[in-house]
């Protein structure tokens, strides 16, 4: 890590304007900044210390004396791997910077599935006056089951709780004693999950990308959800076998899903999800620069970790090395959303 940031070479790779670029250089007027929208220069690369933003793989992993990695993504998986970053890299992540803009995008799918808004887009698409001849759903009185409680799970159940759902959390562990958040019924771990699942109108799934999540969703435990629950799936589409999820929509016995990505992403035109008219899709843009406070956000963290990094303090956000998401054991805080962008 850097111990500090007197004449550091800094290479930030995000489309700032002049004041969030004034601000980065306030936080630490010590350092030496380049700035690149989105496109970097191999030269650029090599030359930093420390980068902060998105740079593509191939070229991080030519920079062997790379010392902070500060993510502009909340799960920074592609540099993880072994053999991209030096050893003794620090990598710090986004989190805290999403949550606003992808809980919105959930209720939003949530809403629009649960008032058929997108059939009848659909009918108007093809000059249709016609009902959908069936019931909609109501969100108030709900029962939602949360998995994933981080930043974005969390900022989803706090909006879900407030519009009169009753919310249950699903994190990797349970801590007994730990106190369970207001707007949360419960908080259970992973290993509930079964036992949760027949009761839930809507699963909303906000996981990390692991060994552990890797179709968390199969055919079995999509089987054990409520007949004519929806799925929401905002984390990595790897959580879910879509093939699973495809044949659940098809037989009517899964009321709608919402999803921001797929497994495989992209997923491929003649992919049978694309003609589930029950089945919402986005190019996984639910986060990215889509809501411009998400950007100022990223900006804040940043800021705040060039701050600590100048003071010669823990960062905030670091992921243990090896780790494929926080676990919370590295030190400094883990930041939330409503630390930078509150309600």
């Known amino acids: 890590m850097l111990n500090d940031l007197n004449g550091a070479r800094l290479l930030v790779v995000l489309p700032l304007n002049e004041r969030?670029?004034?601000?980065?250089r306030?936080?630490?007027?010590?350092?030496?900044?380049?700035?690149?929208?989105?496109?970097?220069?191999?030269?650029?690369?090599?030359?930093?210390?420390?980068?902060?933003?998105?740079?593509?793989v191939e070229l991080v992993r030519q920079n062997r004396?790379?010392?902070?990695l500060q993510s502009d993504y909340a799960g920074p998986d592609i540099y993880l791997a072994p053999g991209v970053l030096p050893e003794d890299c620090v990598v710090t992540n986004a989190t805290g910077a999403y949550g606003l803009a992808i809980s919105e995008w959930m209720l939003a799918m949530w809403l629009g599935l649960?008032?058929?808004?997108?059939?009848?887009?659909?009918?108007q698409a093809a000059h249709r006056w016609q009902a959908v001849d069936r019931p909609v759903r109501g969100v108030a009185g709900a029962h939602v089951l949360c998995v994933g409680l981080g930043d974005i799970g969390a900022n989803f159940a706090r909006r879900a709780h407030a519009l009169g759902a009753s919310v249950v959390g699903v994190r990797r562990t349970a801590h007994p004693g730990e106190p369970c958040p207001p707007y949360c019924l419960r908080v259970v771990g992973q290993d509930a999950l079964d036992a949760e699942l027949p009761a839930a109108d809507l699963v909303a799934l906000s996981l990390?990308?692991?060994?552990?999540t890797a179709r968390l969703f199969d055919a079995a435990r999509i089987a054990r959800m409520k007949p004519g629950a929806m799925l929401l799936n905002v984390g990595r589409g790897t959580a879910v076998d879509t093939g699973a999820l495809a044949a659940a929509l098809r037989e009517g016995r899964l009321g709608g899903a919402g999803l921001d990505v797929t497994d495989p992403e992209p997923l491929p035109p003649d992919h049978p999800l694309w003609d589930e008219p029950r089945c919402l899709i986005t190019p996984h843009n639910s986060g990215k620069y889509s809501?411009?406070?998400?950007?100022?956000?990223?900006?804040?963290?940043?800021?705040?970790?060039?701050?600590?990094?100048?003071?010669?303090?823990?960062?905030?956000?670091q992921i243990p090395r090896g780790a494929r998401y926080v676990t919370?054991?590295?030190?400094?805080?883990?930041?939330?959303?409503?630390?930078?962008?509150p309600l």
């Open 65 to 68: 004396s790379l010392r902070w």
């Open 26 to 56: 306030e936080a630490a007027p010590a350092a030496q900044f380049r700035f690149a929208d989105d496109a970097p220069a191999l030269a650029d690369v090599l030359w930093a210390e420390g980068i902060l933003g998105h740079v593509p």
């Open 328 to 341: 919370g054991e590295a030190p400094g805080r883990r930041l939330r959303c409503e630390d930078i962008c």
């Open 291 to 317: 809501l411009p406070q998400t950007l100022e956000n990223i900006v804040q963290i940043f800021a705040r970790n060039l701050r600590h990094a100048a003071a010669g303090e823990a960062l905030d956000n």
């Open 208 to 212: 990390p990308g692991t060994g552990e």
């Open 20 to 24: 969030q670029r004034a601000l980065l």
């Open 114 to 123: 649960c008032k058929d808004l997108f059939l009848y887009r659909d009918r």
